[in-house]
């Protein structure tokens, strides 16, 4: 059975940083597009970036571009999304996904295509 299991979240100040960490397990992940989403109160989930797992193509949400980065480590299964220059507005849950279908923009960003998900992380950041 997959499992995504989601760590690393916390509370920090503005300006601080903080990595995630999606640890998979259960079956192979290497054909699929490895997401992270958030979650605040009374939204939308809304798609963060994402990585091609066997090819490291990697694509960012126009918020976060040049402050977060998402990167895999195949020897320990786990996708990380380090966030730096936090801002109050991440403030949210963080969930890991994965999904089987096609690496193309209107794929990734859209949570309804990914197949797993992991129970979330929270991150607040504070101004």
């Known amino acids: 059975q997959a499992q995504l299991v989601e760590s690393g979240g916390g509370l920090v100040q503005a300006g601080d940083s903080l990595r995630l960490s999606c640890a998979v397990s259960?079956?192979?992940?290497?054909?699929?597009?490895m997401g992270w989403f958030r979650q605040a109160p009374g939204k939308e989930r809304e798609f963060v970036a994402c990585i091609r797992w066997n090819a490291g193509i990697t694509y960012y949400a126009d918020s976060v571009k040049g402050r977060f980065t998402i990167s895999r480590d195949n020897a320990k299964n786990t996708v990380y999304l380090q966030m730096n220059s936090l801002k109050p507005d991440d403030t949210a849950v963080y969930y890991c996904a994965a999904s089987s279908l096609g690496f193309t923009r209107a794929v990734v960003v859209g949570h309804r295509n990914y197949d797993y998900w992991g129970q979330g992380t929270q991150v607040t950041v504070s101004s």
């Open positions: 259960g079956r192979t992940f290497s054909s699929y597009t």
